[in-house]
T-cell receptor, first 113, second 111 residues
Framework: NAGVTQTPKFQVLKTGQSMTLQCAQD?????MSWYRQDPGMGLRLIHY???????DQGEVPNGYNVSRSTTEDFPLRLLSAAPSQTSVYFC????????????FGPGTRLTVT | GDSVTQMEGPVTLSEEAFLTINCTYT??????LFWYVQYPGEGLQLLLK?????DKGSNKGFEATYRKETTSFHLEKGSVQVSDSAVYFC??????????FGTGTKLQVIP
């Protein structure tokens, strides 16, 4: 099992550029989510999905889009990058949220200049 | 809404010292409680969990007890090692398909 994989590991964007952060899991988990991690603020939920074709907004969704066409993949799209989106992004997956362990990817460090 | 409050770090301890990291929560109903650990340059991984009141989660010498009366889930370890240096996150899942994390507490253990 590869677990949860994320690409790229590092990325530098200019303001206004768009890009997609990739996330994939091979554990047949229904629940997947994206978080951003900023100093002093812990992890904040951006978007989540409870299954293929179903997504919903988290705490900080503005400026990000997601889709879930398969159980395995959950890409995060930045529509027009802004310096405020400089952060470390983590994808996670699990069988659910109640009781269940979240499995995290290694993260993507994004810098927007 | 749900929230988790952790003690601010960083916490610096000498090897073999006793560790406590405080965590309190606010939630409706009966959430599940978790501690995750993040080593430098890595994603978070589950350290331990408790799913109902008075449950004790334990792993790798770490323990935490779900205290409903004080809405707390403090992390403890009797004797820390240099390899325990990491950031520790308290989290809760109160249903509603979301997990709420605390801000994290950085632990540094010096030889």
């Amino acid at each position: 099992n590869a677990g949860v994989t994320q690409t790229p590991k590092f990325q530098v964007l200019k303001t206004g550029q768009s890009m997609t952060l990739q996330c994939a899991q091979d554990m047949n988990h229904e629940y997947m989510s994206w978080y951003r991690q900023d100093p002093g603020m812990g992890l904040r939920l951006i978007h989540y999905s409870v299954g293929a074709g179903i997504t919903d907004q988290g705490e900080v969704p503005n400026g990000y889009n997601v889709s879930r066409s398969t159980t395995e993949d959950f890409p995060l799209r930045l529509l027009s990058a802004a310096p405020s989106q400089t952060s470390v992004y983590f994808c996670a997956s699990s069988y659910g949220t109640d009781y269940y362990e979240q499995y995290f990817g290694p993260g993507t460090r994004l810098t927007v200049t | 809404g749900d929230s988790v409050t952790q003690m601010e770090g960083p916490v610096t301890l000498s090897e073999e010292a006793f560790l406590t990291i405080n965590c309190t929560y606010t939630a409706t109903g009966y959430p599940s409680l978790f501690w995750y650990v993040q080593y430098p340059g890595e994603g978070l991984q589950l350290l331990l969990k408790a799913t109902k009141a008075d449950d004790k989660g334990s792993n790798k010498g770490f323990e935490a007890t779900y205290r409903k009366e004080t809405t707390s889930f403090h992390l403890e370890k009797g004797s820390v090692q240099v390899s325990d240096s990491a950031v520790y996150f308290c989290a809760l899942s109160g249903g509603y398909q979301k997990v709420t994390f605390g801000t994290g507490t950085k632990l540094q253990v010096i030889p």
